[in-house]
Structure formats: structure tokens, C-alpha cells
């Protein structure tokens, strides 16, 4: 719907002094709002609205279609770690689909050499729990691929090592990525897929170890889903996670370490609702997907939290664009995605490669990879066909673009 906008001419605005106009003692000058209490104000409503909702949906009795899904199964993989360069370890599980190339089947770990490998990076407060759905979708539609799927909890997340607040970086989030890629894939080509916080830890990568992407690379292609290029705190609703709150605790969590657990409380009010509300879009229902989502966020320490939070507010990769620009890839997307909004994904899409997807799941939220797996599943399944060394056709560095974004068509999932 268009957004209404009133507007007032000069003249209007143009008032005749009189005796009854209020003198500059008599008017009151409205305080600003500041923009973190905007995004909380409007989390609060949301917040309202999806009660609301959840009465109604109650008296349908609508049924949860991931009722008695498992979200923890995914740790049940072959499991292994990944040491980081500074020592921090990283909780790893791998699966293969299809078997071997020789036709038998293989538990495949870090010295298997499959036809592709494609790696998963989870978002902010998440873990490897929250790419389910692509873990066991895309085992069964790569049932006759060797194709190795390795998935992995970011430092400070899940099973991994807890993170110091000095190693809580960007920069740190791509050299984990490029040791997870040198242990768990050592040979042949590399598909990665990132969402939000992986995202950017893919961009991190690109932009810190830009020869992996070049035409000689092993990175054959990327997709990032529901992520953004700059800090999140600079609309939608990730401005509420911009405020003095979690400002104090950040420099809390370097020089007063106890003060944050001590807080953790606060913490959890003034982040939790604003990464809860973002998850999934209005018309959504499944308790089971909420309650995972929700139990992952609860069960991130308090300290990853808000060291990463800072990370968040002031990252800024668009340098790396167009180093992944060179190879095929795909953006994702949902319409109603209230921490990264859609624009983020516009404004990347429009500065990759001639090979380059756009997807838009309507309806949806942050959390795509839950919500729509489908979409996801597909996009991913696509990109590995399309991938780079895959098809046999690298792309070479002064190879000129032949068209523009908006020529390129943008796939919308209803």
C-alpha cells in the first residue's frame, strides 16, 4: 500500500500575527524520540499484535505443520571440530548424500573428497540447529550427488568454544569460516551459504581472502539469505537494539565481566523481543519453529551476545561485493524481514555478478531458512547446479558485465 503523505504549502504554513497566535514562551517543543526507543516502541506493538494473532489462530485451532519436528537431530551428524588460528574451537557435524563416487557409502569427514562441498554458516544467536530444514531437504534431493554438507556453530554459539570479547570480531568471523573451509574441505570446490550474521561472515571472508573467490579460487558460489552488507541497527527493527542498554553492557562485557551476567536479565529484555519479533512474518504459525528459534536465542550467552551486537551495529562489508560478484550466486529475501529489510538484499543483488539471483519469499520474515524452506532448498539446489567449477566454465577477470541487475530476473515465492 502507498505510504500517505500530507503536505502543506508555503502559504499555509504563512500565519497572520494576531492576539490569540501562542508567543515562543507559551509553545512546547516536543522532545525527539531517539531512534532506539522507536524500534523498541515498535517491537511493543508487534509484540501486541502477534497476541492478537495467536488468540485467533487458537480458535481455529490451526495445525502446526512441524509438530514433532526434531530441531536438534542435526547434531546427531558425524562430528567433528575445527580448530580456529586463535585457538577457539569450533563444534562441526558433516553429511554426505549420495555415497562415494565409487557407488558405496563412507562416513565422510575431513579427508573426503566429494564432487562439491557446500557449508552453512548460522546467524546472530542461532546455531547449526536453524538450518534443519536444508540439512535433511537437500540430503534427500542430492540422494544420487556426492555432495558434502558441512554445517558448524560460530564462536561463542552452540557447541563451540565460548568467544573472549576482543576475538568477537567480523574480521574473526571470516578467518573461522576460511579455517572451517582449509579442515573440513580441503580440496575441490566450495559452495557457502550464510545466513544474517553468516552473511556477513561470508562477505568478511570474500573481503579478507578475495583470491578464494578469484577465477582460479575454490569458491564456486554463494548465497546469502537474510543478511545485509552494513550495521543492522540502522532501520527496522534492529534500531532497537541500538540503545544506551546494551551500549553500557558492551563496555561491561570487557572491563566488568561479572556486571554483565549480573545484568543478563536486562539483557535479554531489551534484545530477546527485538530478535523474537524479527523472526518470522505476521501471518506464520507454527509454535514448534517459534519455540526453537526462542530456545536458541535464550541459550546464547549473555557475553556473545552483546560483544557481537557491537560487531552488528558497525560492520560494513560492501568491499567484498564485488570480490563475490565474481563468482555465481544468490540473495534471498523475505518481504517482511523487519531486522534486515528488503532494501539490504536490493542494494546487494544490484552490485553482483552477471550470475546472480534474486529471491523474494512473500509473507516471510528474518528466519527464511525455517519459515520457507522450500524456497531456500530450491535457490540452493540451483546455485549448486549453476556453480561456478561445477559447470566448467570459471569466470575470468576481465570479463566485462553484458548486463545490469535490473535485467536479471528476481524470483518471487508466494
Not at 146 to 156: A, E, H, L, N, T
Request: charged share 20%; hydrophobic share 40%; proline share 6%.
Amino acid at each position: 500500500m502507498a505510504r500517505r503523505i500530507r503536505r502543506q504549502s508555503k502559504a499555509a504554513k504563512a500565519v497572520a500575527p494576531d492576539s490569540t497566535e501562542p508567543t515562543a514562551a507559551d509553545r512546547v517543543i516536543p522532545k525527539p524520540v531517539p531512534r532506539w526507543r522507536s524500534g523498541l516502541s515498535e517491537v511493543g506493538s508487534l509484540g501486541a499484535v502477534t497476541a492478537g494473532r495467536r488468540k485467533q489462530r487458537k480458535s481455529r485451532r490451526r495445525v502446526d505443520p512441524n509438530s514433532g519436528v526434531d530441531f536438534t537431530a542435526i547434531y546427531g551428524g558425524e562430528v567433528a571440530t575445527v580448530t580456529a588460528d586463535d585457538g577457539i574451537s569450533l563444534a562441526v557435524r558433516t553429511v554426505l548424500t549420495g555415497g562415494s563416487k565409487t557407488g558405496g557409502t563412507a562416513n565422510w569427514g575431513r579427508t573426503a573428497t566429494p564432487e562439491l562441498t557446500v557449508i552453512f554458516v548460522h546467524g546472530f544467536t542461532l546455531r547449526m540447529a536453524s538450518w534443519h530444514f536444508q540439512r535433511f531437504g537437500l540430503a534427500k534431493r542430492w540422494a544420487d550427488r556426492s555432495i558434502k554438507m558441512v554445517f558448524y556453530d560460530q564462536r561463542g554459539h552452540g557447541a563451540s568454544d565460548a568467544a573472549p570479547d576482543e576475538s568477537c570480531t567480523m574480521a574473526q568471523l571470516g578467518d573461522d569460516l576460511a579455517a572451517v573451509i582449509r579442515t573440513m574441505a580441503p580440496t575441490g570446490p566450495v559452495v557457502l551459504v550464510g545466513h544474517s550474521m553468516g552473511g556477513m561472515s561470508v562477505m568478511s571472508l570474500a573481503r579478507r581472502h578475495s583470491r578464494l573467490f578469484s577465477h582460479s579460487g575454490r569458491i564456486a558460489g554463494v548465497a546469502l539469505v537474510s543478511t545485509a552488507a552494513r550495521g543492522i541497527t540502522e532501520a527496522g527493527l534492529g534500531e532497537g537494539l541500538n540503545n544506551p542498554i546494551v551500549g553500557a553492557l558492551q563496555v561491561s562485557v570487557k572491563y566488568i565481566p561479572k556486571a554483565v551476567q549480573a545484568g543478563r536479565g536486562i539483557t535479554r529484555r531489551a534484545v530477546e523481543p527485538v530478535l523474537v519479533a524479527a523472526s518470522f512474518g505476521k501471518d506464520y504459525y507454527s509454535p514448534s519453529a517459534g519455540h526453537a528459534v526462542e530456545k536458541m536465542i535464550q541459550n546464547t550467552p549473555i557475553a556473545t551476545m552483546v560483544s557481537f551486537l557491537r560487531v552488528l551495529s558497525s560492520h560494513d562489508e560492501a568491499t567484498a561485493l564485488p570480490v563475490i560478484a565474481q563468482v555465481p550466486s544468490v540473495v534471498l529475501c523475505g518481504d517482511e524481514d523487519r531486522l534486515t529489510p528488503i532494501h539490504n538484499s536490493l542494494n546487494m543483488y544490484a552490485q553482483l555478478g552477471d550470475d546472480s539471483r534474486l529471491v523474494i519469499a512473500e509473507g516471510c520474515g528474518h528466519m527464511l531458512p525455517m519459515e520457507d524452506p522450500e524456497a531456500v532448498n530450491d535457490a540452493i539446489d540451483d546455485l549448486v547446479t549453476r556453480s561456478r567449477l561445477a559447470l566448467g566454465r570459471p569466470m575470468m577477470p576481465w570479463r566485462g558485465r553484458r548486463d545490469t541487475a535490473a535485467d536479471r530476473p528476481a524470483v518471487r515465492h508466494g
